[in-house]
């Protein structure tokens, strides 16, 4: 692959981000808060499947450059994800629009953070690009997208990799890395199954949660 | 259905990005002309085969010094300049053929082993003449001391070797340059790769990758990148300009002729740290790989026509770890490699290897238990390492 088929898949998969983004708030629109729409369910998929590509890629980077196949084992944990994301999203919109709209507004502020922090890292990197903001800008987005579950996974492979790197000599700090990506990866994409579960509860729940109804009649003289 | 239909579509959008997003190619062809050719110093250029790289290398090579060719002498007046630039980065040009000659054909006695070691040494605050004193028991003083030495004949592959001339061009507009490396030297001066190899009689192959960044008033440019030391002739040079991945990289390969003995293909090259984040997320992070594959493919078209030969490669791979995807295809591409060690070379991280292959009937085989890493830095930020290739009598 060369530069600018990789600014090219930037690219696309920002307009990618863009469309399901617009799509997720037009479920909004168009529905109650708390209903789901078909658009609300594509636009899920739509964010679901972004955000689950790009964490399957950032979690799996490292442990398959300690693999024979490398990038070929990156591509499957990146469909993976995708697939996994996608379905949930999907999910998601079905039933609670509100919810895909609120994670559209996240991804759009991790964007912005993600990208504004690669253009302040700028004057300390030998070589740098606008696309190299994009890219932080596509990982931030995707990362917010996902919720709390990439923020819990993030937490707690930062946790379990640093205290592995001080305790285990054989354990190095690129290894503590890849135990926090990982960590942030299946968190992120563990949280888009879980908000699913949820909706889906939640869905069941609303619809149990209605009072009983006695049948009676009152009759009049 | 429609909505399920729009998900389908949009589940197989992600996943067609997805493996954009990951995949990786390969291309690379050999020799070509590139923009520092030397056709008097027969010097072989690979280089990738995408116009678009060979553009931006053409950039980086253009703020770069030409190759240098020293042939070490046989006598005790010093090295013989049989192949440098007319931009005059190294010695003239005497437009003699580095081709194999009668010389490397005189009877003489067969030897036994030969010592190929690898070592980064960081733009020249590694102490060559010491490491040369003490790993390889060449005494770098004299020519007559040189000769009078009974030693092992050696092949030091060299990474971020530095040379300093006024004849490096200026730096053209618009053509980014790295940053300078240039820390003061432990041992006093920085290690020139030409100095040394005139200094102490030793044939060189120094092709540089890239300016050794901006100069102040009063500098001398200097350029940096892979370099061949040999106590031995060094013949059929090539220099391969692997694919760009962040920062120009040229391997250089040559043919060592130990004494008496079949010749050896050995490389000395140099892969790239990381590359940006777009290129690592869009790649699958293949950088390395990539630049290795590149490598490998190169040697097999240059050698093509050599028929067999026993080929040793070292470098700084920069790994993290010795079991990396590049790693593994190099050790399998090169199948009489020793096994990859994970003894840190870089503070503790193992970035340096070496990748051996032989052929039947090839009576070269790694010395037991040779391959190791040389216990100090001798003033760089890397050790080296090192292995004796054995002949068998016939």
Same mark, same amino acid.
């Given at each position: ?10 690219a ?13 708030l037009?479920?909004?629109?168009t ?7 078909t ?5 899920g ?90 890219a ?17 996974g ?10 592995t ?14 135990v ?23 869905e069941?729940?609303?619809?149990g ?13 | 259905?429609?909505?399920r ?7 197989a959008?992600?996943?067609?990005l997805?493996?954009?997003a990951?995949?990786?190619e ?18 072989a ?9 060979q ?6 090579c253009? %703020? *770069? ?6 042939? @070490?002498s046989?006598?005790?007046a010093g090295? +013989?300049?049989? #192949?440098? !630039?007319?931009r005059?980065g ?8 580095i ?14 082993s ?13 102490d ?62 920085r ?6 190899? %005139? *200094? ?6 120094? @092709? ?6 901006? +100069?102040?008033? #009063?500098? !001398? ?15 059929d ?24 003995r ?19 997320l ?15 493919n ?19 791979v ?8 590049v ?23 193992p970035?340096d290897?070496?990748?051996v292959?032989?052929?039947e ?34």
């Open positions: 692959m060369n530069f600018s088929r990789a600014a090219g898949s930037i696309a998969i920002w307009l990618f981000a863009l469309s399901c983004g617009s799509a997720g037009r479920g909004q629109e529905t109650d808060s708390t209903d789901g729409s658009w609300a369910a594509v636009g998929a739509a964010l679901g499947a972004y955000s689950g590509t790009v964490l399957g890629a950032l979690g799996s980077l490292i442990p398959c450059t300690r693999t024979y196949e490398g990038p070929a084992c990156v591509r499957p944990a990146a469909i993976g994800g995708g697939i996994i994301g996608g379905l949930g999203g999907a999910t998601i919109g079905a039933i609670d629009a509100s919810l895909i709209g609120n994670s559209f507004v996240a991804g759009v502020i991790g964007a912005s953070v993600g990208g504004a922090a690669l253009l302040a890292v700028q004057p300390f990197l030998e070589r740098w690009s606008w696309g190299d903001v994009g932080g800008a596509v990982i931030g987005g995707a990362v917010a997208a996902s919720g709390p579950g990439a923020a819990i993030f937490g707690a492979g930062a946790i379990v990799g640093v205290a790197w001080q305790l285990i000599p054989s354990v190095k700090l690129p290894d503590a890395l890849a926090t990506l990982f960590g942030l990866a299946a968190g992120g994409i563990g949280g888009w199954v879980w908000r699913a579960i949820d909706a889906k509860e939640n069941r729940g609303s619809a949660a209605q009072p009983a109804v006695l049948g009676f009649s009152i009759r009049t003289n | 259905m429609r909505e239909k729009h998900i389908l579509t949009l589940l959008l992600a996943v067609a997805s493996g954009c990951a995949g990786h390969m291309d690379v062809r050999a020799p070509v002309g590139a923009c520092a050719s030397t056709p008097e110093a027969q010097v250029w690979a280089r990738p085969e995408s116009e678009g790289e553009s931006k290398l053409d950039d980086w253009s %703020a *770069a010094g030409e190759p240098v060719v020293l042939h @070490a046989t006598t005790e090295p +013989e300049a049989v #192949g440098g !630039t007319s005059g190294g010695p003239a040009l005497t437009g003699e053929s081709l194999f000659d009668a010389r490397f054909e005189a009877d003489v006695a067969p030897v036994d030969l010592v190929v070691a690898t070592w980064n040494v960081e733009v020249g605050t590694g060559l003449v010491r490491l040369l004193a003490d790993r390889l028991g060449y005494v770098c003083s004299t020519a007559s001391e040189n000769h009078a030495a009974s030693r092992v004949p050696f092949v030091l592959l060299v990474q971020e070797a530095y040379r300093a001339s006024h004849d490096i061009p200026e730096i053209p507009d618009g053509v980014a340059l790295p940053s300078r490396i240039g820390k003061p030297a432990e041992h006093g001066e290690a020139d790769i030409v100095e040394i190899a %005139a *200094a102490c009689n030793l044939s060189l192959f120094y @092709a540089p990758s890239m300016r050794n960044g901006a +100069e102040d008033d #009063g500098q !001398t440019p200097e350029d940096r990148g892979n370099a061949i030391l040999a106590s031995v002739p060094l013949t040079l090539a220099a391969i300009e692997l694919p760009l991945e962040t920062q120009r990289r040229v391997a250089v390969a040559a043919i060592a002729h130990p004494p008496g079949d010749p050896i293909r050995v490389v000395s090259f140099h892969l790239d740290v990381a590359a940006n984040l777009l290129r690592v869009t790649t699958g992070n293949s950088t390395r790989l990539r630049q290795g594959l590149g490598l490998a190169a040697l097999d078209e240059l050698d093509a026509a050599n028929g067999q030969l026993v080929s040793v490669i070292g470098g700084d920069n790994s993290w770890s010795e079991k990396e995807t790693i593994r295809h190099l050790s399998e591409q090169f199948p009489d490699s020793p096994e990859p060690t994970s003894e840190g070379t870089r503070g503790s991280y970035t290897h070496m990748f292959r032989t052929f009937g090839s009576n070269v085989s790694v010395a037991d238990n040779s391959y190791r890493v040389i216990p100090e830095t001798y003033g760089s930020d890397h050790r080296g390492k090192l292995l004796t290739l054995r002949f068998e009598s016939d």
